[in-house]
């Protein structure tokens, strides 16, 4: 039996999801943990393969995840369905993985902007919103500064650590942006990731997937991150999810450059930790690696190309404020 086969069988045990009628397939997306199709004599389902720090922070904030979808759950949240337990370690040659299962959604992704996607945006945020502070007692930490950038690339010259010390001006200049001061900020315990990747368009409407960054944010910053990529940074879209969000009960953004540092300082953390993993420190396999050099590499052009457009996101707040 091949490994494939044999850990889609213990898989399917561990979450008494019935016997595998195939070995697990790959799907697309999973840039922090691989994902497989599981088809069983019970159905089908979604496998995640957790990518595990085994650290005490990891599993930490793991947790608190995990309870801020229960929440998010109990609120009316559209998600999939997943099963107990609520992770599963399982081995296999020696090898140890651990899993996640969900039930399995047909639909696809958003790939564009729509209107009554824009809605759903602003009322499901509004409605995670509810939940304020977070489950850990400390904010996020701030992104690391200029001088680790350096200390990480040391003693490495690849392709792809010359063209990340091509983008250091642009870490500079974001770590510059995120020093200015702003106004006072929500803070609430969300998803913090709502992007088209993460949510499926089904035929009973959008489910929200994903939930393993979940954990304590800034409402604003959250608004408008979420905004900007389902509206695929549009103004129309961008505004319709903010009257939405407005609506169901939200918080008025102000006009304010510094509201966008939510944008920035999520596109650095993430650019953080897929260098750490693209480097070897996390123990990915050379594909995973090469996966992780990739997107980081997008996120360094995604923060370089937000701060460019500041300016004009907030003349579509100035002029939003005027309508609300």
Not at 312 to 319: D, N, P, R, V
Request: net charge neutral.
């Amino acid at each position: 039996m091949s490994p494939d086969r044999r850990w889609s069988e213990l898989v399917a045990a561990a979450f008494d999801a019935g016997r595998p009628v195939a070995p697990m397939t790959r799907v697309d997306g999973g840039v922090s943990h691989a994902v497989f199709q599981l088809r069983t004599t019970a159905g089908r389902y979604a496998a995640k393969r957790l990518n595990v720090v085994e650290e005490p922070w990891w599993w930490d904030e793991h947790r608190a995840a995990a309870r801020v979808e229960q929440a998010a759950a109990a609120a009316g949240v559209s998600m999939p369905v997943r099963l107990a337990p609520p992770v599963a370690a399982l081995d296999l040659d020696g090898v140890r993985h651990h899993w996640q299962l969900h039930r399995w959604c047909d639909g696809r992704h958003p790939t564009g902007p729509d209107d009554a996607v824009a809605d759903w945006t602003g009322s499901t945020l509004a409605t995670l919103h509810r939940r304020r502070g977070g489950d850990r007692p400390a904010p996020p930490r701030a992104p690391y500064p200029l001088d680790a950038w350096h200390e990480w690339l040391a003693g490495h010259d690849t392709d792809f650590t010359r063209e990340v010390r091509r983008h250091l001006p642009t870490v500079a200049a974001s770590l510059e942006q995120l020093g200015r001061p702003g106004p006072p900020l929500t803070p609430v315990a969300s998803h913090r990731d709502i992007k088209p990747d993460n949510v499926l368009l089904t035929a009973t409407g959008p489910v929200l997937l994903d939930w393993d960054s979940a954990g304590p944010d800034l409402a604003e910053h959250e608004v408008l991150r979420s905004a900007l990529a389902m509206g695929f940074e549009r103004q129309r879209p961008f505004a319709r999810t903010l009257t939405a969000y407005h609506r169901a009960g939200g918080r008025p953004i102000p006009a304010d450059p510094a509201v966008f540092h939510g944008i920035v300082e999520a596109q650095l953390h993430t650019a953080e930790w897929l260098l750490w993993r693209a480097l070897g420190h996390r123990g990915d396999d050379p594909a995973a690696r090469a996966r992780a050099a990739t997107e980081c590499l997008a996120r360094l052009r995604g923060a370089a190309k937000s701060l460019g457009h500041i300016a004009t996101w907030t003349g579509w707040l100035s002029e939003l404020r005027g309508q609300l």
